[in-house]
């Protein structure tokens, strides 16, 4: 589905990203994690064709990143981001409807009516009681939601998230994943995330791509990726690093130096 080949880029004379290589299969959930500044989303703007890079290349379903017309790579790419959403005075669902704009002509007209699909994604992600509501009516939490929505009406191949729980109490967080997981089961979307907690990574993510100050510490799934030592080496902290009882994944514990 995704192809990174050596990429790199530098912001002005700094280089934020070298030597980038690694590739996502069709239908997987990838992680994309690593330090504040290691450039994760420096390398998701990549992906998502927002930024150019310097060297190397990007290939999405067999085609060049570089070769895409926006409305083209809109048609099969979605991003959560935090600052995705519209200014405020947009109402939750006509932001859903935003998120048809790639498939609408200059008119606005559609081919497909996405109505009952707008309606499906309102009602998966608890929103039917606030659709009427405005943008600035709603909490951190509730925002997060309509934006995860924006990206899922427009029905993307390669749905891309930066940071998708931030904002979000434990409750949301697992509800958040569990939604986006069940919706890649159902349609098969490969999704590639950036995210800053190591244990939700290890929950969801079949691979996942450690950075570490611009560069690639080590692609591999949880198992491979969650240890004490690499996490010493990239974090600066030692964890215990324990097996969940119920997934049989890799979790860590942070260890205080103070103790209590
Ligand atoms: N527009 C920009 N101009 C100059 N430097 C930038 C720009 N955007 C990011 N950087 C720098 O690039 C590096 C990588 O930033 P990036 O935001 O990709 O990291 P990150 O891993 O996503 O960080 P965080 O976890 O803190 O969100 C940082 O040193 C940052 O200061």
Not at 168 to 195: H, S
Request: glycine content about 10%.
């Amino acid at each position: 589905m995704i192809q990174v080949n050596g990429i790199q880029k530098a912001y002005q004379q700094t280089t934020v990203l070298k030597e980038i290589e690694f590739s996502v299969c069709k239908g997987e959930f990838f992680g994309i994690i690593g330090p504040n500044g290691s450039g994760k989303s420096t390398l998701l703007k990549m992906i998502s064709g927002v930024i150019p890079y310097d060297v190397g290349e990007i290939v999405i379903q067999d085609k060049p990143l570089r070769k895409y017309a926006r409305k083209e790579l809109a048609q099969i790419l979605a991003v959560l981001e935090q600052e995705g959403l519209p200014p405020v005075g947009f109402r939750v669902r006509e932001v859903m409807e935003m998120g048809r704009f790639p498939f609408q002509n200059w008119l606005g007209e559609e081919a497909e009516d996405a109505t009952a699909l707008i309606d499906e994604i309102i009602e998966m992600l608890g929103l039917s009681a606030l659709e009427d509501r405005t943008l600035d009516q709603l909490s951190g939490g509730e925002k997060q939601r309509v934006a995860l929505g924006k990206a899922l009406v427009q029905k993307p191949k390669l749905l891309l998230l930066d940071e998708p729980t931030t904002y979000l109490d434990i409750g949301y967080q697992i509800q958040l994943m569990d939604i986006v997981k069940g919706w890649q089961k159902t349609t098969g979307v490969t999704v590639v995330a950036v995210l800053h907690d190591l244990n939700l990574a290890s929950l969801y993510c079949d691979r996942i791509l450690m950075l570490h100050k611009g560069k690639q510490v080590q692609v591999g799934g949880p198992r491979e990726i969650m240890t004490s030592s690499l996490i010493e080496d990239v974090y600066g902290t030692r964890p215990i690093v324990m097996e969940h009882p119920v997934h049989q994944l890799p979790q860590i514990f942070l260890k205080s130096e103070m103790g209590k």
